[in-house]
């Protein structure tokens, strides 16, 4: 009895190898890590206290269209509509494995995250995919701005404070101290960084290279009892973080004529870059765009 047991499992085992591919062992460790990343944070998930969603947002949000009114205007349709874009996007790139497709929408360091984990799951003969049934909710959680600084900024500062969502270099160093918060966002710009969580029906499945559905396979040969869930759809959030760099408008002069209409002659005095993804589900814990703690 013991003994045909064995026997089965061993069948088990290498019919799922197999379809790994030959003399190929997946990396259970490499699927149970991206699996971690892409099956959401509802268990870690906190919403935001009601002061952030009704005072710091719009503090933040006030600055960011005082700075560039036109890209700001209607913020939270666009954003929500975006972020749901953005999701499909990140999935659908993620299935098909186009990881050139991947660098053009994420940061630098967020892309060389989930290279490293798609590639390592990809060598083991297997492939994760995502079947994202509904978006049912699409939240901006949170809205802060860095002033003064651009994201990998060397500039000589001692700390930076948070003040109802406004990041804001202090300087203590004589040399420094002096520094005009105002002259500074002149020359340099801001960083708008924003989290939006997402609340989906998904389900996660696992693929061989051939195209063949692995999923319960994988989870009976390697006794992963914790990803039974992978065999139904689930509810969960997604939270990303999304980063635009403001930047002063070359073209542009800062003092530019204005009608009775407040309306600008010219263009914005400050431009935009197009968001880009800098972290999802907290791998990056926010990836912030300087190395430092706030």
């Known amino acids: ?9 061993g069948r088990r085992y290498y019919t799922v190898i197999n379809s790994f591919g030959k003399n190929k062992s997946p990396n259970v460790k490499s699927v149970n890590t991206l699996s971690h990343i892409l099956q959401g944070i509802i ?52 299935n098909n494995n186009n990881l050139d497709a991947l660098s053009k929408c994420c940061e630098e360091k967020l892309y060389n995250k989930m290279f490293k984990e798609l590639s390592e799951v990809r060598q083991t003969g297997v492939k994760l995919v995502i079947n994202l049934e509904v978006i049912k909710n699409c939240t901006v959680d949170n809205i802060e701005v860095l002033l003064g600084l651009q994201r990998g900024d060397r500039i000589i500062y001692d700390t930076i404070s948070n003040v109802m969502g406004l990041h804001i270099p202090m300087y203590i160093n004589k040399q420094f101290k002096h520094k005009d918060l105002v002259n500074e966002i002149i020359d340099r710009g801001a960083v708008v960084m ?5 609340k989906v029906k998904q389900k996660l499945l696992l693929y061989d290279l051939e195209g063949n559905n692995i999923t319960e396979s994988y989870i009976n040969t390697f006794n992963t009892l914790e990803y039974k869930h992978m065999l139904q759809p689930i509810d969960t959030i997604h939270l990303l973080r999304f980063e635009s760099s403001i930047m ?34 907290g791998i990056l814990n926010k990836n912030y765009p300087l190395d430092v703690s706030i």
């Open 194 to 198: 924003v989290d939006v969580s997402i």
């Open 43 to 94: 268990q870690n998930y906190t919403p935001p206290k009601l002061k952030q969603l009704l005072l710091y947002n719009n503090i933040c949000l006030l600055t960011c269209r005082g700075l560039n009114k036109e890209y700001f205007k209607d913020f939270y349709k666009t954003m929500r509509e975006g972020s749901k874009s953005a999701l499909r996007y990140l999935f659908d790139n993620i």
């Open 1 to 9: 009895m013991l003994n045909s047991r064995f026997t089965l499992i």
């Open 248 to 281: 002063p408008n070359t073209t542009n002069s800062i003092f530019a004529f204005v009608n009775q209409n407040n309306e600008s002659f010219g263009q914005e005095s400050f431009q935009c870059t197009e968001w880009i993804l800098c972290d999802f589900n």
